[in-house]
Nanobody, 130 residues
Framework: QVPVVESGGGLVQAGGSLKLSCVASGLTFNTVGMAWFRQSPGKEREEVSYIDSFDSSGETIYYADSVKGRFTISRDNDANIMYLQMNSLVPEDTAIYYC????????????????????WGQGTQVTVSS
């Protein structure tokens, strides 16, 4: 089992920003894909963003349409930390945000599939007030 720990959640007003972090110990970051998912009460867990470095030419990054242009995913491979910078937050972004790790590359379709991720964190709560 790989320890995956999220942090950085909190309460913020609409229009505000938060930066989430995910630490995954014992991994070589450029050999795994990582993603953020979120789950609101009464809803299924949904994809937010994905990042990997399997291709030596650069990073592969995907965003859900609902966050594109507002959220930015990044990671520090040397420090084993992934980030999610969230700007222009709206109440609909309120959810528990989860970090997930997969051992194989994802494409534009498969990055959304929860069952393809090997490890998950416990989540961090993000609440956006109107």
């Amino acid at each position: 089992q790989v320890p995956v720990v999220e942090s950085g959640g909190g309460l913020v007003q609409a229009g505000g920003s938060l930066k989430l972090s995910c630490v995954a110990s014992g991994l070589t970051f450029n050999t795994v894909g990582m993603a953020w998912f979120r789950q609101s009460p009464g809803k299924e867990r949904e994809e937010v963003s994905y990042i990997d470095s399997f291709d030596s030419s650069g990073e592969t990054i995907y965003y859900a349409d609902s966050v594109k242009g507002r959220f930015t995913i990044s990671r520090d491979n040397d420090a084993n930390i992934m980030y999610l910078q969230m700007n222009s937050l709206v109440p609909e972004d309120t959810a528990i945000y989860y970090c997930a790790v997969r051992s194989s590359p994802a494409n534009f379709v498969s990055w959304r599939q929860k069952n393809q991720y090997n490890y998950w964190g416990q989540g961090t709560q993000v609440t956006v007030s109107s």
